[in-house]
Each structure stands twice: as structure tokens, then as C-alpha cells.
């Protein structure tokens, strides 16, 4: 036997002991963020029904953090009347994971979710079922599969970040005491361990064989943290893959 033989073999054992690991992990995962009172994220919006159009901007401001309960002040500038009725300024509150529990007053029975902690490639849930009451006798139902991509690198106004991005993808279902309505639906949002606000987001709402009558986008143009520590978004390290 050759005597570098039992030391090729154990490099080529460990080689494949290494390849065998689960991809997740050997990435780095997103954790709960922990917003601070003053935090704020702007963003701009851009309709693409007809083409990419920015219609109007959003500011985000924490007022206040108690435990189980992220409150903020949402607020708006308007920049076309068409089909930004709903882009309306208010207080919203988020549960610890930064999933929206209250709106305006009006409580949700169960967090309304964008966001999965801790946050990881390639993570999968089916048929998450959500639950929303609106006006009296009016209800809505959204049935969605969630899956989390790879990392990659996404350049927005307010920097250049590694994000995961979370696919929530599924039918909605509507009624009222006069009608009922479905359709189809897509929200692809990116986040950063960098910061607690979204990077970008698309959320696209379908009827029946119909072209989308939402098409919209959310990026990131400034954020405010009151974490001292925390380093600017283009100056800081990419996560450890």
C-alpha cells in the first residue's frame, strides 16, 4: 500500500461527508428582527398594469414596541389618482414576527403573514389558510403555498442587499350577502438580515382568466435605524453562505 494512501482516502471520506449536508445548513439563516421606536422605512411604488410607473411614496415610522405588539404610522404621498384609492395613511400593527394583527382599529382574528422566523433557503409550507372579515357579512379567505429561494443580491434606491425572498402563492376567495368572487394571487417580498424593513416586494392579484388587475411593486428608497451598531446596507459583509 502506498503510504499517502489512507490520508487520500480520509480527505475524499470527509469531501463527501461535506457534500451531503443539507444546503440550509450551510447558509446563514434570517432572524426576528427587533424594530426600536423611531426606525423608518421609505419606499416608493410603481404600478405595472400598463407600464412601470411610480404612483405614489410610503414613510413607515415604529411609535411604539411593547411585546407581542410593533406599532407604526404609515403615511402616504400620493402622486396619481388612478387606482391608489386604497394607498390610505394610518396606524398598523405588527405581532413579533412583523406580521400585521390590527389596522386602523380593526383587529385581525389571526396575524395576516408576510414573514416566516427564522427565515431560510429553500424552507416550504402548503395551504396556509387566512381568515379575514370586513364589512358586516363580508368575508375573504386566501389559500397559499410559501417557499423561500436561494440568497441572491437585490439593488434597490436605498442599497445593495443579500436577501431570501419569500413566494406566497394561491387562490382567494371572497363573499358578501349579494355575491361571491375568486381569483388567483402572487407576493414575492425580499428581506435582509440587515434590517427589519422589506427590501422589495411584487404582489400580483388575478381574476378568473383575466389579465391581473394588480401589478404592483415596493421598493426600498431610506431607512432610519436607531441601532447605533448598525452598518450602512453597501458597506456591509454578505451573509456567510
Known sequence: MHPDQPIATMRKTSLLALSALPLACLAQSIERPSPR???????????????K???????????S???GRITTRVTHRVLVTRDTGDLTDGQVVYDDDLNVIERD???????YPR???PLQPGLRRVGQEIKL???????RTESLDVR???????AVPAGSFDVLTVQWKGWYNGRSPLYRWSGRMQRDITFSPL?????????QVYAPNSSPWTHRDLVLTGLKQSKAEAAPPNEAPSPNR
Open 105 to 111: 382599529g380593526i383587529k385581525f382574528a389571526q396575524p
Open 115 to 117: 414573514r416566516i422566523y
Open 195 to 203: 434590517t427589519w424593513c422589506e427590501i422589495s416586494s411584487t404582489e
Open 53 to 63: 410607473e411610480k404612483i405614489a411614496e410610503r414613510r413607515i415610522v415604529v411609535t
Open 133 to 139: 372579515t370586513g364589512q358586516t357579512g363580508t368575508s
Open 148 to 154: 423561500v429561494g436561494a440568497w441572491e443580491t437585490r
Open 37 to 51: 421606536p423611531g426606525d423608518e422605512c421609505s419606499y416608493d411604488i410603481l404600478d405595472n398594469l400598463r407600464s
Open 65 to 67: 414596541v411593547a411585546p
